[in-house]
């Protein structure tokens, strides 16, 4: 018999923009990776969770690194899930250094259903 994430009620991993924008994850855009947005985006998410029935809400930032940052990071970008204000304002101020003018969306996903890596 063979295992997986289902049967064990493990959230599944969003690795890609691709995979966070599919339309089986439900995700609602609730904001932009500003600093000082923390709280203002949090309320956008339980508010969106209310509306989607969601009862463990994950806010996830799709970052997309500027153009030469691929080599550095060894990336082109990815989800990443945000825990807390603290870690928000650390990823908000560093958007200029790795995403140049392009502020990263922020969406709501089921955390129950979807994770991130990082």
Request: aromatic share 10%.
């Amino acid at each position: 018999m063979r295992a997986n994430n289902e049967q064990y009620h493990l959230p599944d991993y969003l690795w890609t923009r691709e995979q966070l924008l599919a339309l089986e994850v439900g995700a609602v855009q609730i904001g932009k990776l500003e600093p000082g947005a923390y709280e203002a985006v949090k309320q956008a998410m339980e508010q969106a969770a209310q509306e989607q029935g969601v009862l463990t809400p994950a806010m996830i930032a799709d970052i997309i690194f500027k153009e030469g940052m691929l080599n550095e990071v060894g990336s082109a970008g990815k989800p990443y899930r945000i825990l807390d204000g603290a870690q928000w304002e650390e990823f908000a101020r560093e958007v200029p250094v790795y995403c140049g003018e392009n502020v990263p969306d922020v969406y709501m996903v089921d955390g129950a259903k979807y994770t991130t890596g990082a």
